[in-house]
Every structure is written in structure tokens, then in C-alpha cells.
């Protein structure tokens, strides 16, 4: 390559050759980006082979570049000592490391101020990096500047830190690494750890402080690539090591952690290696559709209730997983070496005393183990030691979780032993802290190995936009929430669990249930079923009686149960309630399952858990409790409807008139079905639009976490599907309907609605633009299916995965009304185009019920034909289902308005 840029200068010149020289290098940057996707190809896991062969075809094109410039462009025979110019490579590339489409960082130090001919020779050769496309981050600093500004900025400072020589003048770059160690390292080695250990934290808090993000940042994110490197930095900053090995030698990893150490790196760079090849840019945002590819190309393969994504992810969190373990353990070493919590002040000449706590070394509020055998001695003390960390607010020591994680396998022989057991049911059980203590004995290998049928959801995620964290994350975290409920921690956010939880009489079959209630995910088959099996087996191993193992069984089997009813069945329907009560059948089962229930639904993510789920929750607890305790006497309609009427009369205050004037407008479903709150502002609006065509009413409502929009307007056919499409066209989001008809041919229908995020509208804006969009969509004003169609998806991620439509219906669910439910993609207007399918089908929509999980939208709808009858003929149903398939298949195309 050399020699054919010579021959370029000597046959056309320097200026005129640069063009030719250009493309010359270009055709070596793609040939070589070609080979390294190729060997990658080859071995789709060598991510340091990878990484390290990109830095070295960048070294080879500015080495190229570096003696074109001084020899050809700008030649100096006679150079001053100020004439000098060393190229530092800095950031990862200094470390020898890139992915296809990293940054080039680059340094460019001179001696002392800058000459004519540096100033040439270091512009033209960011000209021919610039112009190879290659994005390029530089700085050019005398040996002074580099020093005072490494000083004051730490980022310069890191950079530095891995500075490395590609070309130029040797002797200069040398200096320039003395005068770094001597000028600027030395002396701020334990500010630098401090501000770096900030940084990081800042980091994870940025890009979601959990390793279990579901679309995690391979370089930034928690237990990542930049993870790994901070800890090397950190090395290196006090150590003043060259590689990451040496970090072994000053005894900040083991061996077998070092290891580790590159195991993940190799992985993670491979994976961000195939991210940047896929995307052709600087992508390191492992997001849903690529997790599909990269698993692809890393040759990860389906097996038997796991997709072949899953457990590639799987196989990612263990590595970040590890990272974390691997972090905890390398700093809790480097406060060992560098002493930072020894006391200061009054209390310097003390030193924390070690005491001895059944056989352990506790001191500076840490447990560890008196010797390299004691594990080995009483396999039981590998659960022992985090039920004594837990019970006396302690942490475990680096040496002693070394050792566990080293010893785990011990435990194999202890499944059946009943003082192991009975240990780990008190950790599980814990009234101090059991999400700390178990989340370190799940790192320590040793909850995996002990429960094997936990060790195989360890690091499983499942391939969905719902789920935020992976099952063992969540089983944890689940049973933290639940700790913090009985601590009275939570009464703001979790009344009715608060309330609830110390009336319980199986307590240990609640935490049981939560441990358990996931446990069969990622089997062939519905993992509730599954989970009941293994309850049955695990519960009487861990000592919990024969009726505790049933309790268990049931609440695990039926553990999605309450959510299920509460979110997708009108609770309004006197035969919801009496389903649901007849598969409960206890006020202790209906506690326990509705304490399951929303602690599973808080730990699967942030913003899961709303209020409107919190209300549907605990409306089915307050119904299905009262039934229970009074019995099944169903009062007769009459007297429901007077005690509702009695209800909203008194919340009118000196408005209560309007009872009486309207109650014979109504049937009794409306005075059943409607809370008294909404019948009181139904009644005030019905009363103030005086018989108007149309009267729209919004308002947010704070007990529903929605806001509720009323309409008011004159009946007819397809009514309901338009007003659906004008609250979509506003960027709506509809949870909830309620669809009544008076005996004068007035539509009241309820709304309750959310924005695309889950939250409610309550600008002013906001909620005019509702009752615009609602009335252009009546009066035809808009193209309603021409402009819901071209409305962006708010959640383009979605388009990820592949959610095949079904219809399902159900006779039995209510005496009055025929239950259709829906699963389809969730997308904008989806409810809009069922609701018109459902008119075009000839069916009135009585209520409408909407639960979204990620990408999955399940719509509920309680209708009857035209005649107020159920639909039952099966060629009916079937001709229904055909048009809710075709609505709710996106591929199909609406031309009709």
C-alpha cells in the first residue's frame, strides 16, 4: 500500500495524487472491514478477535496517512525541536479495542505550542481520516496543556489513561506518559475512584439502573462493556497495570474471575461487533428486532418452550449478571487494600473490633468466614451465612461470597436436608430485608443450585415489550415488595395489601406462592399449570405441611386469575363476581391471590402498576370479599337499584332532584353497572345539555388514574365505533367504556381514557382537543379510517414481534350478554376498527374493556344482536370472528369511511 501511494506522488504529484490516495485507502478500509465481518462470520463469538482487528486496520491507515503527509505533502529535512508530532490513540481504541463503527480517538501531542508545520500535518491528516467516513474524535495539546487539562476533566483524564502510541515521534509520546503518571495520576488516585464510581452510578441510573433492562445497552448499560472497563481503569489509575491479567497479580480478581472478566468481554463485543455490522452505524442498543438477528448470527438455536432470542438474552444476563458479582467483589477488595472505611476524627485510634457470631467474623459491618474450609466443613453454613447477614443487617464480605460462589456446588447434596430447608424458608420469610439477601445468594450460584428448578429461569427473559426484567429478577423483587407491604412501607401506593396483609393465616404459603409463581416459565406448556406441579414437589421439601403445599398450588396454578378477571370482564355483571367467588371459594385464598396479584403485577416493571389497575383490583377484592362473607343471596334488582339511586342522591347534595327526574330514563343495567361518582356527573351533564345533539363532557379522574369522557348524544347506528376513533384521532388511548341508551333515544356512554404512556389527559388543551375530535369524527367532518390509519404507531417497537390475532367467545361469562375477546398487536385505533366490525356485524356493544402487556392488547366486549339477545348460533359467531380477525389483522386495508 506504501509503494502504490509513491508510485501516485511520483507520477502525478502529492496535491494532484490525493484523490487516487483517497480512494486507494477507502478500498483498504472496506476490504478490511469486509475481512473482519467475514472471520466474525466465521466465528460469530471471537468478540475480542473482532474488536482488536478493527483497532489494527485504523493503526495501518493513519501509519499510511502519518508518512504520506510528513514525507510527500509537507517534507521537512531540517526540523526544529518544536517540529516534532506524536499520534496517540486514546479512549477504547488507545486500548487497542473498536467495534466496526467507533469512534476514532485520536491525540495529537506537540512539545510546546504549536508550529506552522504541526498545525499542516495534523490537519491534513484528519482530512484523510474524514474523508475515509471515518467519525473522528481528536485533540492536538503541547505537553503542558495535555497535563493541566487531564487535571481538571475526567473524562481527558480516562482517555489518557489508555493512551497508546500508533506513529510518530516515539521519544514525545513517552514523555507525555511520564509526565501523565507523574504530574497527573500521582496522589489523586482515591479521588479518581471516587468520581469515577459516581459516574458510573450515574450512568446506570440514565439507561435504567438494572442489569435486566429488556432492551439493554451493550457498552453503557448495567454489567456492560463499560462496566468491565471502568474496573480495569480503576486497576490500572492505582495499580499502574498494562493489562487486565495484571489485575490478578495486585489481588483484585482471582484467576478463575479473570476469566470471568473476559469471558463477558468477549461475549459483549462480539454482540455490539453484530449490532454495528447489522445496522451499518455506531448502534449499541441491543433493541427487540435486533435481539432476533444477533441471537441468529451468534447461532443460538430454538429448543423445547424457549426461543432461540430467549436464550440468547438468557445467556446475556448471566454475563451482565456476572459482571455485577464480579464488580462487587473488586471493590469490596480495593476497600480492603486502600483501608477508605478505617474511622476518622475522635475515633481514629479505634479500629473495628472483630467479633465472633456462631463461629463467623464479623467486623466493620461485614460477615465472612473464619477459613478456606468452612463451607467445605458444613455445607449448611453456604445458607446459613446469608440468613445471619440478613438477621443482623450485615454484608457479606468479598472473601466469604468468593467462596460460596466457588463452593456452590455443596449444596446439591443438601436439597433434601431439613436444617437447609428450614434455613432458606427463613430467608425466604424474612421480616428484615429478604430481596437483599436473596439477590446475593441467587449471585453467589448458591439459590440455583439449592432450588434447581429457580437456577433454570436464572437470567431468563422472556422476548416481550411487558416484561421489564428477567424471571429470577422478578421473583426477587416481587418478594421484596412484599416484605416492604407487611412492614407497613408501602400504605400509600398499596392500600388494600397493607390492610390485608397481617389478617393472613398462611404466611408462609404467601411467600411460597411468590417464590414459586413463575417457576415453570420457559417449559413446553402453560407455566401456571407447570408451576403447580413443581409447588406440590418443592413445597413439603422445604417444610411446609401438606396443606400449606396445596394452598401453594392453587394460588401459583390460578395466580393470574384476578388480573385476568379484573382487567378483561366487566365487574359491574352480577356473574363475574360469582365466577370468580366459585374458584376462590375462601376470604384466606381471595387475600392471598389478590396479595400475589399485586405484587407481580408491581415487580414486572415501572409504570406497569397503575391506579387504574389498583381500582379494578381491589373493586374485584371489596365484590368478591362481600360475597364471600354474606353469602351468595343475590338481592333482588330492584333493591340494588334503589340503593344505588339512595347513593348518588346523597353525593348531589341539593342537586338530588335529578334522581327522581331521570330515573326512569334509565334500565336498571345503567344504575347496576355505573358507579354512583359517575352517575352523579352523568345525571348533572344529561340535565345541562337539554336534549342537544351532542354534548361531550371531560374531566381527569384521579380515582381511576384516567380521565373520563362522557357523551352525550342522540343514538344511531355506529355511534360508538366513531367516537372511539375521534378520542384515538385526539391521541387517546381507551381503558375503559360504558355504552347506555335512555328510553327517550339519548346515548350516554363513559370513557375512560390514557395517553399512549398510561397516563391521564388533565391539560386543558388536552382535553378541548378530545371534544373536537369527538365531534368532527360525528359529523363526518374527518376521513376517520383515512386518518386513523396514517396515525404513527406509539409504540414502533411493537412492530418487533409477531402477536397472530385470535377471537375468543364466551356464553357463560354473563347471564345478559355474549363476552367477545380480542388479542391482537396493539396499535393506534385498534379498538375503533373492532367496534366497527362488531356494527358492521349487526351487534350492540354494551361495555368495552381494554388491558394492554407490551406489545399485546386484549379488547373485551360485552354485546348482544340488535334484539337485546345473546349471540349464540355458531354460524353467527363465526361469521363475527371473520370480521374481527380481518380488523384486527394489520395487513388488511379499509377503504370504506
Known amino acids: 500500500m506504501a509503494a502504490a501511494i509513491t508510485e501516485l506522488v511520483e507520477a502525478n504529484g502529492a496535491a494532484k495524487a490525493r484523490p487516487k490516495i483517497v480512494e486507494l485507502l477507502r478500498g483498504a478500509l472496506m476490504a478490511g472491514r469486509e475481512e473482519i465481518a467475514r472471520r466474525l462470520a466465521l466465528h460469530p463469538s471471537a468478540g475480542h478477535d473482532s474488536a482488536e482487528a478493527q483497532a489494527f486496520l485504523v493503526d495501518q491507515l493513519i501509519r499510511l496517512i502519518h508518512d504520506h503527509v510528513t514525507g510527500d505533502l509537507y517534507a521537512a529535512h531540517n526540523r526544529t525541536s518544536g517540529e516534532r508530532l506524536s499520534i496517540m490513540a486514546v479512549g477504547g481504541y488507545g486500548r487497542g479495542e473498536m467495534a466496526p463503527h467507533s469512534d476514532v480517538d485520536v491525540g495529537f501531542i506537540t512539545p510546546g505550542k504549536q508550529t506552522a508545520w504541526c498545525e499542516q500535518v495534523i490537519e491534513a491528516t484528519l482530512y484523510f481520516l474524514w474523508d475515509l467516513g471515518l467519525k473522528v474524535g481528536h485533540s492536538s495539546r503541547s505537553l503542558d496543556d495535555m497535563v493541566r487539562m487531564a487535571k481538571s476533566d475526567l473524562t481527558i483524564r480516562t482517555a489518557l489513561l489508555e493512551g497508546r502510541y500508533v506513529w510518530g515521534d516515539q521519544a514525545l509520546f513517552d514523555d507525555a506518559q511520564r509526565r501523565f503518571w507523574a504530574e497527573v495520576v500521582a496522589g489523586t488516585e482515591r479521588q479518581y475512584v471516587a468520581e469515577k464510581l459516581a459516574e458510573r452510578n450515574e450512568r446506570h441510573k440514565r439507561l435504567g439502573d438494572s442489569r435486566y433492562v429488556v432492551e439493554p445497552n451493550v457498552k453503557e448499560g448495567k454489567g456492560g462493556l463499560r462496566d468491565l472497563h471502568t474496573l480495569y481503569w480503576i486497576g490500572k489509575y492505582i495499580h499502574h497495570v498494562r493489562d487486565v491479567s495484571e489485575l490478578v497479580d495486585v489481588g483484585l480478581l482471582s484467576a478463575s474471575e479473570y476469566r470471568a472478566f473476559r469471558r463477558a468481554e468477549n461475549f459483549f463485543w462480539a454482540v455490539r461487533c453484530h449490532l454495528h455490522t447489522i445496522t451499518g452505524r455506531a448502534e449499541d442498543r441491543l433493541t427487540f428486532d435486533q435481539q432476533r438477528e444477533v441471537?441468529?448470527?451468534?447461532?443460538?438455536?430454538?429448543?423445547?418452550?424457549?426461543?432461540?432470542?430467549?436464550?440468547?438474552?438468557?445467556?446475556?444476563?448471566?454475563?451482565?449478571?456476572?459482571?455485577?458479582?464480579l464488580t462487587g467483589l473488586f471493590l469490596a477488595q480495593l476497600d480492603e487494600q486502600s483501608g477508605t472505611k478505617a474511622p476518622r476524627g475522635l475515633l481514629a485510634g479505634f479500629r473495628a473490633r472483630k467479633r465472633n457470631l456462631k463461629g463467623y467474623v464479623v467486623y466493620g459491618g461485614k460477615i465472612t468466614v473464619p477459613s478456606d474450609t468452612w463451607f467445605a466443613e458444613d455445607p449448611v453454613r453456604l445458607i446459613e451465612i446469608f440468613v445471619l447477614a440478613d438477621a443482623n443487617s450485615l454484608e457479606i464480605h468479598a472473601d466469604a461470597m468468593r467462596m460460596a460462589l466457588r463452593d456452590a456446588r455443596m449444596v446439591d447434596g443438601l436439597r433434601d436436608d431439613p436444617r437447609a430447608n428450614a434455613l432458606f424458608l427463613d430467608l425466604l420469610t424474612s421480616r428484615h430485608d429478604p430481596e437483599t439477601a436473596l439477590r446475593w445468594f441467587n449471585e453467589a450460584g448458591v439459590f440455583g443450585r439449592f432450588v434447581p428448578d429457580f437456577g433454570r429461569v436464572n437470567a431468563q427473559m422472556q422476548f416481550d415489550m411487558y416484561h421489564h426484567y428477567t424471571v429470577d429478577e422478578h421473583t426477587i423483587r416481587a418478594v421484596g415488595l412484599m416484605a416492604r407491604i407487611e412492614k407497613g412501607e408501602m400504605k400509600g401506593e398499596h392500600p388494600l395489601a397493607t390492610g390485608i396483609v397481617h389478617k393472613v393465616v398462611n404466611r408462609r404459603a404467601l411467600y411460597a406462592s411468590i417464590l414459586l409463581h413463575d417457576i415453570a416459565k420457559g417449559r413446553r406448556g402453560d407455566h401456571s399449570v407447570l408451576g403447580a406441579e413443581v409447588a406440590l414437589k418443592l413445597?413439603?421439601?422445604?417444610?411446609?405441611?401438606?396443606?400449606?403445599?396445596?394452598?401453594?398450588?392453587?394460588?401459583?396454578?390460578?395466580?393470574?386469575?384476578?388480573?385476568?378477571?379484573?382487567f378483561k370482564r366487566d365487574l359491574a355483571d352480577w356473574k363475574t363476581i360469582t365466577d370468580f367467588v366459585a374458584q376462590v371459594q375462601s376470604t384466606e385464598r381471595l387475600r392471598l391471590l389478590a396479595m400475589l396479584t399485586i405484587v407481580d403485577i408491581r415487580a414486572v416493571g415501572p409504570g406497569v402498576w397503575n391506579g387504574w389497575k389498583r381500582q379494578l383490583i381491589h373493586e374485584l377484592y371489596d365484590a368478591a370479599e362481600e360475597r364471600l362473607r354474606l353469602g351468595h343471596v343475590q338481592h333482588g334488582r330492584e333493591h340494588r337499584v334503589a340503593a344505588k339511586q339512595t347513593q348518588v342522591a346523597e353525593r348531589l347534595g341539593k342537586a338530588k332532584g335529578l334522581v327522581g327526574k331521570y330515573a326512569k330514563q334509565f334500565g336498571d343495567a345503567y344504575w347496576i353497572a355505573e358507579p354512583d361518582d359517575i352517575v352523579a356527573m352523568n345525571l348533572i351533564q344529561l340535565d345541562r345539555a337539554k336534549g342537544a345533539a351532542l354534548d361531550v363532557h371531560c374531566e381527569y379522574y384521579a380515582a381511576r388514574g384516567a380521565t373520563l369522557v362522557t357523551v352525550i348524544a342522540a343514538d344511531h347506528p355506529g355511534l360508538f365505533y366513531r367516537i372511539a376513533g375521534g378520542i384515538h384521532l385526539a391521541g387517546g388511548n381507551i381503558i375503559d367504556a360504558r355504552i347506555h341508551t335512555t328510553r327517550s333515544g339519548m346515548a350516554v356512554d363513559n370513557f375512560l381514557v390514557q395517553d399512549p404512556l398510561g397516563r391521564p389527559f388533565s391539560e386543558s388543551a388536552q382535553l378541548a382537543r378530545i371534544k373536537t375530535m369527538i365531534a368532527d369524527a360525528l359529523s363526518g367532518r374527518v376521513k376517520l379510517v383515512a386518518q386513523l390509519t396514517a396515525r404513527p404507531n406509539a409504540r414502533p417497537r411493537a412492530d418487533a414481534f409477531d402477536v397472530r390475532p385470535s377471537v375468543e367467545f364466551d356464553s357463560t361469562a354473563s347471564n345478559r350478554f355474549t363476552v367477545v375477546e380480542i388479542n391482537a398487536r396493539d396499535r393506534p385505533a385498534l379498538l375503533s376498527r373492532l367496534a366497527r366490525a362488531?356494527?358492521?356485524?349487526?351487534?350492540?356493544?354494551h361495555s368495552a374493556h381494554i388491558a394492554t402487556y407490551g406489545e399485546r392488547a386484549v379488547d373485551t366486549f360485552y354485546v348482544t344482536d340488535l334484539l337485546g339477545e345473546k349471540v349464540d348460533a355458531g354460524a353467527r359467531l363465526k361469521a363475527v370472528e371473520k370480521r374481527l380477525l380481518e380488523a384486527a389483522d394489520e395487513e388488511s386495508v379499509e377503504v370504506a369511511a
Open 295 to 325: 441471537a441468529a448470527r451468534m447461532q443460538f438455536a430454538d429448543r423445547p418452550g424457549k426461543s432461540a432470542v430467549e436464550r440468547f438474552m438468557q445467556y446475556f444476563f448471566l454475563q451482565a449478571k456476572r459482571v455485577g458479582h
Open 539 to 566: 413445597c413439603p421439601r422445604l417444610g411446609l405441611s401438606e396443606e400449606e403445599t396445596h394452598l401453594v398450588s392453587w394460588l401459583v396454578g390460578q395466580h393470574l386469575l384476578m388480573s385476568a378477571v379484573a
Open 838 to 845: 362488531l356494527f358492521e356485524a349487526k351487534l350492540m356493544v
